[in-house]
Every structure is written in structure tokens, then in C-alpha cells.
């Protein structure tokens, strides 16, 4: 506890089974804290963080005491642990392309009116309907896409593509199917603009040049799947979730993890250190999972691993 900004840390003690703070003291040292105990003899169980300090303080004062590690400070430690490697290896948002939701079909009809950018946006707004069903919060959302709350009430109650605003057609959009035949039989402009003259269009070559490279620009970025972003924070979320990466927006995650192998590793790690803390632990069960943990490979970990081990035995009562 500190009192003040840069001021040295204190430390409070509280009863086990009433949950009230019974002291106050000072400081931290190694000194204040076993004054402190051998003025109570009787403890017997003393629960606290990672400090050595305390760990000492402790076992000078109070040598009988059975040592506990708060499993809240285990649990801390490796989630800065986890954020730490994140921040290293993930410093921009993942994109994964994967294909558009399948909650809602476009007609053919609307198919071929939807442009790419209203296609995108249509992708976009599935998303977040896809994220708020699962029970993700607002403000949660708002912050990973980036909108404010109005847009993303909007977004939530669409049932269908929002109806576009668009200028007035060009010209040679009445041309269109049979320009897009002739761009697949590799035809030049020069014999695209010949045919459609016959046809009474009545722009210039320039105009039709401008034109036919919008649509080659269009009907690429139709053929390109849509992309999804996971941050950080969604990513880390996930990693600790219980779930599998095929029981929730299973294709994201999954090719996330196809793509970056180091996340399945970092997965298990955590899996395991959770059933850890939810199971009977004894020196030997607890080694064998340190180890495993350790042929993550991940610097991280092995850096959390190596304070599990040197505080072994108050971390096998957690």
C-alpha cells in the first residue's frame, strides 16, 4: 500500500477469517514484518504475495506459519506476463480474412447493387451484431471497432444492408455486362469504346478510361474477402477464455492460431496453469506442470515460471 505518489510502500494485515484489517505498519522490511508476528505467536496460516520480503519477514517471526501465495497476485503475474509478450509480438492488430457472415443472404439482385465499400460495411456491421449476441458488452465493442454509440445502436438493429446514397449513374453503366464480357476476353479499351459507339455512347475514349478502371478497382476488391482485425485485448480475452478456438468465431481464431503457432502454446499454458489452481497440488503434480510450461519456449513464461519455482512451497498451498 502506498501512502502517496513515490512514497514507500506499507503494509496492511488483515484477519483471515473476519476479512477486517487488524494492523498497519509502516513499511515492508523484513524487520517490521517479523516484529509484527512474534508478537502473535499463535498464527498459523499467513497468506500473501510474491514479496520476499514478506516471505522472510515471515518465516523469521513467525517460522511455524504455513506460508500461502494469494492466488489473485498468481493470477496478475502471469496476465502481465501474457500482456507483456503480447505487446512484443503483436504490436499492430491481426487481420484475418475470412469469408462474410452467413446470418443474412443478399438477394441476387441486391448482390449486384452492393459496391465493395457498402459490401465491406455490410460484413462490418455483421460483425458487431455477431460480437453483441455472444453477450459482448458496448462499451467492449465500441472500443475494438472504433465507433461511437450511436452508429453502433444503428448497427445493432439492421436486419439487412442499410440503403445506399448514391450519385447518379454514369453513362456507360448502361454498358456495363457487356463491357465486363469483353474485359474477360481481354479486350482493349480501344475496342471496347468502338463497340459501345455502335451503341450509341456518346462520352469520350478519356471518360470510358476512367470509367473501366473504377470497375476493374471494383470488381477486384469484390473477389478480396473481407478482413477482421483482433486486438490485443480481444486476443487476450480469448487466451483465457475456457473455450476452444472452433467454439467461438471459429474461423478468425482459428486461422489466427494456424498463422501463429505461438498462440496454441501460450493457450496451453494458461489452460494448465488454471486447472492447476483448481486442483490438489502436491510438489511433484506441481514440477511436472512447471516443466511442461516451460517447453513453451516463450521468454515470458519461463520468466514466470522461474518465480513460481522460487517460492515453491507457498505456492502449493495457493
Known sequence: MGREKRAQYG????????????ALLENRTVQEVSNWLRKYPSIQVVTRDGSTEYAKGIREGCPHAVQITDRWHLFHNLTQK?????KKSFPRPISICVAGSDDYRPSRQECHSLTASEKKRWALIQQV?????????KADIIREFGMDRKTLDKYLQLKKPPKPIRRGRHRADLYRSEILELLQAQATVNHIFSVIQKQRYDQSLSTLQDYIARLRKREMNEKNTNKIRISRYKLQAYLWSQLLPTQEEPIPFDKCFKQHQVLHRLKSVIQAFQKLMNEQKNKQALQERLLQAEDS???EVQQFI???QSDIESVKHA
Open 129 to 137: 451484431q455477431l460480437r453483441y449476441k455472444e453477450g459482448q458488452r
Open 82 to 86: 501474457v500482456e507483456q509478450f503480447l
Open 11 to 22: 503494509s496492511i494485515v488483515c484477519d483471515l477469517q473476519t476479512q477486517k484489517p487488524m
Open 297 to 299: 519456449k516463450i521468454h
Open 306 to 308: 522461474k518465480y513460481i
